[in-house]
């Protein structure tokens, strides 16, 4: 997959109350965080994505072609969407046929499913967890499991809805190699945050959204540099941006490594 | 969040009186179709639920309720009009099954008292909000616990609703059909039910620890939040139920 496009998209869950009118984004091969607060349309927008809302105008386009025939199973081949709570999805009782479940769905064989869900827990880290029960292991464990049920899909597109929260340091480590390694394997990620700092990090490419409508879209640096359109929207500059300019800096910074070699080279 | 209940918000005189009260009217208008088991007289009672309900501005709500009593309706005029063992005088047959005069009448007096029942209950539920009902029971001695019992029930349907849809996408999103043959949904059965009936179990608990929390288990006296409503003619309406209750069991042992 090369493109995921939205033309003209409109949508409402309640004909009073329009959360899309006439939408128009694209994403490509660059990896995309979207921000916004609570209610700005960003679940909305990818659950129209993956096909488990049908837009009420407009078309929704991969690689040219529309999906509006495609049902969300059928679209779970090309798209993957990991879930906020892990709670919505475990039902099995080990952690192996759990993951196993979604590529059994789309047609793998038992021993390509198992091989891709082994492969998918060792790139979260729980390869030692495949017979534990799913239920106990912690929360963050069980995140790292959904996520990776939906890597072990192989799909072209992986969106991630809120992957960093209730993540510690080494869990949020974790979720940035991951991002990166789908994307030198040419996969489109697509990344819904609440956190700044790691959309700053993370991501090339970081669009905006503010009820319904993209009011920022561009370069991860370019867009956080917009102070005063993301206060529009409610929405902070990255810690380390927002020190460089309580230091007096004018120079826009979205890494802390970028800061401190900065600071040691002016030291 | 929408709750289940078939409450209709309005202002009428209905709405306005006491839940207790109306409590009585349902228990005071059921006990008076046994105590005078008369057509007339059940047909009497009947009326005043249907204009209390048109008076509450609630009639057309009680339609569908109503509506899908027929069928038990129905099934009892059948029953009772061919096979009542009382039945002698005939009114008319069909083929070899006859339909009599005596099995109609009991009928009637059945028909007419599920009626009774239907209509002084929807009076009730459709013109008082369970929260209003709950608090005022509580205040007159009933357990909190069982108040809290009646409300999340209320709740706990459309909140397992919503649990369910959310779980649906999860799985449609790893690919399980959920629409199509029989065969499909049966197999989609556990993925689904399982994430729900694990959520329902783990959200009790946490309710359960949330309001030990906030001293619900406590043995102190409790308060109440809201400020208790004024329902000015309680007591004489209370009154006057009981005493036409009295006046029926009088009227039915005298005559």
């Given at each position: ?82 879930f906020q709570n892990p709670n919505d999805q475990i039902f099995k009782t080990n952690v192996l046929e759990e993951v196993m479940f979604g590529p059994l769905n789309i047609g793998m064989s038992r021993s390509e499913a198992e091989k891709a869900a082994r492969e998918a827990l060792q790139k979260v880290d729980l390869e030692s967890k495949v017979d ?136 | ?137 509580i205040k007159k001695g009933m357990s909190p616990r069982i108040g809290h019992v009646i409300l999340s029930v209320l709740q706990l349907i459309p909140q397992m609703r919503a649990t369910t849809s959310k779980i649906t996408d999860a799985q449609r999103s790893r690919g399980m059909e959920t629409e199509g043959s029989m065969l499909t949904r049966i ?69």
């Amino acid at each position: 997959m090369n493109t995921f496009e939205l033309k003209d998209v409109a949508f409402s869950y309640s004909p009073d109350i329009q959360i899309f009118d006439g939408l128009d984004l694209s994403f490509d091969s660059r990896t995309t965080a979207i921000v916004g607060q609570n209610g700005a349309g960003k679940t909305t927008l990818v659950k129209l994505m993956k096909g488990l809302l049908k837009p009420s105008k407009g078309t929704l386009l991969i690689d040219g072609e529309s999906i509006a025939k495609e049902t969300a199973a059928q679209l779970s081949r090309r798209v993957g969407l990991v879930f906020q709570n892990p709670n919505d999805q475990i039902f099995k009782t080990n952690v192996l046929e759990e993951v196993m479940f979604g590529p059994l769905n789309i047609g793998m064989s038992r021993s390509e499913a198992e091989k891709a869900a082994r492969e998918a827990l060792q790139k979260v880290d729980l390869e030692s967890k495949v017979d534990d029960n799913p239920y106990d292991l912690s929360l963050s464990e069980r995140k790292l499991i959904a996520l990776a049920s939906i890597l072990a899909m192989d799909t072209e597109m992986v969106i991630f809805d809120e992957p960093t929260m209730g993540q510690d340091f080494a869990g949020k480590e974790k979720i940035k190699a991951i991002i990166e390694e789908l994307n030198t394997e040419g996969k489109l990620v697509l990344c819904i945050l609440h956190d700044m700092d790691f959309a700053a990090e993370a991501f090339e490419r970081t669009v905006v959204m503010n009820q319904g409508e993209i009011i920022l879209d561009g370069q991860t640096r370019d867009v956080f540099s917009k102070k005063e359109v993301l206060e529009k929207a409610y929405l902070e500059q990255p810690y380390v941006t927002q020190i460089a300019h309580a230091l007096g800096y004018n120079e826009s910074f979205i890494h802390e490594s970028e800061l401190i070699a900065f600071l040691n080279k002016n030291a | 969040m929408n709750t289940m209940t078939l409450y209709v918000e309005k202002d009428s005189p209905v709405h306005r009186l006491d839940p207790l009260v109306k409590l009585l009217y349902v228990f005071a208008s059921i006990a008076l179709t046994y105590i005078l088991p008369e057509p007339l007289f059940i047909a009497g009672v009947l009326f005043v639920t249907l204009l209390l309900l048109v008076i509450g501005k609630v009639f057309r709500n009680s339609l569908p309720i109503l509506t899908l009593s027929m069928f038990l309706i129905f099934s009892l005029v059948i029953v009772q009009g061919f096979f009542h063992p009382d039945n002698v005088t005939e009114l008319f047959s069909i083929g070899p099954l006859v339909f009599y005069e005596e099995g109609l009448y009991v009928a009637l007096v059945l028909v007419l008292r599920v009626l009774v029942m239907i209509g002084s209950f929807s009076v009730l539920i459709l013109t008082t909000s369970p929260d209003e009902m709950v608090e005022r029971l509580i205040k007159k001695g009933m357990s909190p616990r069982i108040g809290h019992v009646i409300l999340s029930v209320l709740q706990l349907i459309p909140q397992m609703r919503a649990t369910t849809s959310k779980i649906t996408d999860a799985q449609r999103s790893r690919g399980m059909e959920t629409e199509g043959s029989m065969l499909t949904r049966i197999k989609a059965f556990f993925p689904l039910m399982g994430p729900v009936v694990l959520n329902s179990l783990n959200e009790t608990k946490e309710r359960s620890i949330a309001l030990e929390m906030r001293g619900f288990g406590s043995s102190t006296k409790k308060t109440f939040l809201n400020e208790e409503k004024q329902y000015p003619y309680n007591k004489l309406l209370a009154g006057i139920i009981i005493a036409i209750v009295i006046l029926g069991i009088v009227w039915r042992v005298m005559v």
